[in-house]
């Protein structure tokens, strides 16, 4: 009976980390009818980032896409992972959102 107890244990605990992983993924959340997604995103990834792949946040913007959203993707020559660098470039962006309506 204790080992039972044990694999049971285990098992939550594995059952959790599952559901958490799943949680964090937002492709399994975009366009599912079940989740609120945003009409615009703006995406930027340095092409020098040593962090996450381009093929990650090109996925997403294409996955975003394809489900109607509004996506501004874009791939800065030169750059890393830090991303403070176009912030006149982004106001502007949100301004265009905010004043279109």
């Known amino acids: 009976m204790a080992g039972e107890k044990r694999l049971t244990a285990i098992f939550c605990r594995l059952n ?5 992983i799943k949680l964090m993924n937002p492709m399994n959340f975009i366009g599912n009818g079940k989740a609120v997604t945003a009409k615009h ?3 930027r990834h340095g092409a020098i980032d040593r962090d996450t792949a381009l ?10 896409q394809n489900s109607g959203v509004d996506v501004n993707f874009y791939s800065p020559w030169n750059r890393g992972h830090a991303g403070d660098y176009d912030l006149p470039e982004l106001f502007n962006w949100i301004d265009s959102i905010c004043k279109a309506k």
């Open 16 to 20: 959790a980390a599952s559901e958490t």
């Open 55 to 64: 093929a990650i946040p090109a996925i997403l913007a294409l996955k975003l």
């Open 41 to 43: 995103f703006r995406i």
